[in-house]
């Protein structure tokens, strides 16, 4: 590889931090103008696009890295991407048509303002597939300087659409969504400019054989995506349909702020897949990250359960301080599930998809389970102390399973010495030298 862990890691935290601050920035407009009632509508609407996009995603993104690895799959780029480029509209064709079917058979499963807002939440259903897919590629071949580049475009062209609206009081739900859509195609288009100019370009043929390969590796893994989506967002909607559109807002709010605090944690999960994939220390970087994730993560964790009023002041204004009981313990659950996410990378790599698919169902149908047992009599409050309760029990098996992959307990996580991890860090590299 070209960049290692520290570089890598460097250029995902700037595109991340790009997204976080414009995303701030333009949800603290947004829910002034929406108030907890509407971010509760377009926590809706999002929560939708994002189940169909990962329903009918078959796990796409975890599949392009699997096969970024170049030892173990002798592609090129060029091959990569028309694979990338023709599975993800064959599932957006597919998403949208059980997307209709759904609204066309149930028509009362949207609310009045979603079903309004109908065309836009396709558009968002496109868009959020087609630009998960692209980055994620970017980001498993190592380009993870576009990968910054094209957050950063995504994340200006949403400010510059946000904040004028504001200003002149035109900030409604459906604006709101257009600029989201618009930002995202923003993305795309950068993303295939930049393989353009590195001279990355769909080949004009494509492999049947690897198109099978591709969609058998992400299908692997697809039942333990939809039951992590499963207990991370689909208690959004039962807050809707039990709680109303108001403490939804108030959740949505809590969710998506504490999953912005733990932004550095997703960047470092993104800088580790191309470090732990294409190297043979892969396991001791893994055990180095969540030595200083464990750490890092608690006083983190701490300092902003503390101050949960004041951020969600900053964050929605006076209407939303109410949600801070609930933003403590979501921030509590993406500790959590933060440092959960790190061992994929080392999972992913190694082909464990039945194991991290045993574990994620489980996990699922305990939390679906949890969720329909508080939501009814504690609304917000109860899905976050759901998502808490799951966040928790996931980080232990994600953690007996490192134990069941690399052979060992590995304790030694939770020691608080890191000269070793810090030294570690800085040692030449092992190259992959092909499947273990």
Known sequence: MKIGLGKSFAWTLLGKAALLLGGVITAALVNRALAPAGRGFL???QTWAAAFAVIFGFSLDTAIYHFANRQRYVLSDSERLTTVLATSLGAALIAVLFFAALVAAFPGVLSPSARGALPLLVALLLST?????LQ??????????????????????????????FFVHRLDLDYVLMATVLAQMFGIA??????????VVPVGRLDRKLVGEFLLS???QHVATISTFAYTKVNQLLVFNYAGEAQAGMFAAALTLAFWIFGGFSALQ?????????????????????????????LLCLGAMLFAKQILMAYGGAAFVDAAPILRLMILSAWFLSMSSLVAPYYVKHGAFRLAAATAILLGLISVAINLWLVPSYQAIGAAAATAMTTLLGFGLVFSMLRILSGRWLWRIFRPDFRAEMAGFRQRR???????
């Open 190 to 199: 950068a993303v295939v400019l930049a393989f353009r100019r590195s001279g």
């Open 270 to 298: 993104l800088a580790l897949y191309p470090r732990t994939i294409h190297f043979a220390d892969d396991l001791e970087v893994t055990v180095r990250t969540l030595r200083i994730a464990f750490y890092s993560g608690g």
């Open 430 to 436: 092992i190259p992959y030298s092909g499947p273990q």
């Open 43 to 45: 926590a809706e609407i």
């Open 129 to 133: 597939l087609f630009f998960t897919n």
């Open 136 to 165: 994620t590629l970017a980001q498993a071949t190592g380009n993870v300087r576009t990968v910054a580049l094209t957050s950063s475009i995504q994340a200006a062209t949403a400010l510059g659409l946000i904040i004028p609206a």
């Open 218 to 220: 992400g299908l692997k």
